[in-house]
């Protein structure tokens, strides 16, 4: 085992592509870590909420004291730092949540089959039925807006595609030699799912969380551009963009006059999402049993 993982790491590692979604992540996790330097908060306030810097209404081109500019009568720099903790915040527990829900629905579905699998994979296939982005925004609209509200929608609505995934898995291991050993020893199924049939069949599900981790960050940001999702003044990339949208075509000779409003949250989301999706390839790549010599 420790062999194939040393294999495993010098392949991700030999891949370019792999490298530089490492490297992106790491810059992402290095800003979370120091927000508070990189931007201090002032004394007293919740730091995720983005301090009035002027009372012009009018947004402010990048400056010193400024470097990313003004928006909505916030420092877009302030907002893009501490917007990558949201972003982490969002993407890990939801992909969690989403993970730990399809890994018991879709572990029961695979081991145990027959009309369990039929009735939990027939729930599955409705809420699939269901357009991700349209059913988030339902469920976020009733809810009520913040983030706590979005992230219930995006774990309610996204927990199929794990589910999905180890079901097919499973239904390949359960057929193994071991497993059928493990039952005519008389092992619990409790015992057989945890410990022989899940260690063998999560690895694909892990990849996919870490690829899905970005989308679900993307989704979020589009609820809070449209008004759904983070507070007014909330440290968030989507929130920010939402500041843009009545100054993203400039006026008339000014087309990119007011460019920085979109940029750079549109451009941490871009990186935030190609990072993890070239880690998610990398690691696919490196640890497919098909590519092991």
Excluded at 39 to 46: I, L
Excluded at 72 to 83: A, P, S, T
Aim: net charge positive; no cysteine; proline share 6%.
């Amino acid at each position: 085992m420790r062999e194939e993982t040393r294999k495993a790491l010098r392949r991700l590692f030999s891949n370019a592509s792999g490298v530089l979604g490492v490297v992106l992540l790491g810059l992402f996790v290095v800003v979370a870590l120091f927000a508070p330097l990189l931007a201090p908060p002032k004394p007293g306030r919740d730091p995720y909420f983005m301090p009035v810097v002027t009372w012009s209404a009018d947004p402010l081109p990048p400056s010193r004291e400024h470097p990313f500019g003004v928006a909505g009568k916030r420092d877009i720099f302030y907002g893009v730092v501490w917007g990558t903790r949201t972003a982490f915040r969002i993407g890990i527990l939801v992909t969690l949540a989403s993970t730990a829900i399809g890994l018991f629905v879709g572990s029961l579905a695979g081991y145990f089959g027959r009309i369990l699998d039929e009735i939990l994979m027939r729930v599955t296939d409705v809420f699939m039925a269901i357009p991700f982005l349209v059913a988030a925004m339902v469920l976020t609209t009733v809810l009520g807006t913040g983030l706590d509200k979005v992230m219930i929608a995006l774990i309610v609505f996204s927990w199929m595609y794990p589910a999905r995934l180890i079901r097919g898995n499973i239904l390949q291991v359960k057929e193994e030699q071991f497993i059928l050993a493990a039952k005519s020893l008389g092992v619990s199924d409790t015992v057989i799912i945890l410990r022989h049939v899940l260690p063998n069949a999560i690895f694909p599900v892990l990849i996919q969380a870490s690829m899905r981790m970005g989308s679900l960050v993307i989704t979020a940001a589009a609820l809070s551009f449209l008004g759904l999702g983070a507070p007014q003044g909330y440290a968030d990339w989507g929130a920010l963009l939402n500041y843009a949208r009545n100054w993203m075509l400039g006026g008339y000779g000014a087309t990119f006059k007011y460019w920085y409003m979109i940029a750079f949250p549109g451009g941490a989301m871009v990186l935030f999402v190609l990072a993890w999706n070239l880690l998610g390839d990398a690691l696919r790549d490196a640890f497919d049993p098909r590519l092991r010599w």
